[in-house]
């Protein structure tokens, strides 16, 4: 039976405990399970916040980890995350990083899965990202990807290649919090550049298993 979690008790707190996202690679028997939390959104939560009320409530039973066991949004609105989490020692947290994607990013739209279209140019060719969407863009060795957002008066963010350098996520809505420097440890969720927001690595790759890819 899964425990259930409360988002509304979480909007003032200053800052997520550590909790890693788990490659389904990883090997069940590395790592202990601790429990299933259940979070269910009232009228002003979003997917982060769902997030964030599972973390602490896990964080306190000695979880440090989760993986994503369902998400789902009925008609009225209403989304349901549900996660697996987990203890893990610093060699299988190590062994699931190196499974982590490198030189790609995730562009994401909002949670609010309606009408809404946000235009982000990548690269200078212009896209209209849906809500409930992201694009998912390659970083081609030795070059960059320029992400812009909102024209003249808009922001603008470059990513370049690097070895082996981790996958970004970024948002071009306000779909963030806004506690600190993003963390991949965790410590925060993200940062405010302009229009364009930065997300913490735990986070994305949360929402990369959720939310639809847009082709």
Not at 75 to 101: I, K
Not at 104 to 109: A, L, M, N, T
Request: hydrophobic share 35%; net charge positive; proline share 3%.
């Amino acid at each position: 039976m899964a425990s259930f979690s409360y988002a509304q008790k979480q909007r003032i707190a200053d800052k997520v405990p550590p909790f890693t996202f788990l490659e389904s690679a990883i090997d069940s028997t590395s790592i202990s399970f601790i429990r299933t939390f259940k979070c269910i959104s009232n009228k002003k939560d979003d997917i982060p916040s769902l997030y964030r009320a599972i973390a602490y409530q896990a964080k306190g039973l000695g979880a440090n980890s989760f993986k994503v066991s369902s998400f789902n949004r009925d008609s009225l609105g209403v989304m349901t995350l549900v996660l697996d989490t987990y203890s893990a020692d610093s060699s299988v947290l190590n062994s699931n990083q190196q499974m982590h994607e490198s030189n790609v990013v995730y562009i994401f739209s909002d949670d609010k899965f309606n009408n809404k279209e946000y235009t982000v140019s990548i690269n200078r060719v212009k896209h209209s990202l849906q809500s409930g969407k992201y694009i998912r863009h390659t970083i081609e060795q030795g070059k960059q990807v320029r992400i812009d957002k909102g024209g003249r008066i808009g922001s603008s963010l470059i990513i370049h290649w690097e070895s082996d350098k981790p996958a970004q996520y970024v948002t071009v809505s306000g779909f963030a919090f806004t506690e600190g420097p993003p963390n991949r440890s965790g410590g925060s969720i993200g940062v405010t550049s302009g229009i364009i927001n930065s997300l913490d690595s735990n986070l994305g790759m949360l929402l990369a298993a959720i939310l639809i890819e847009q082709k």
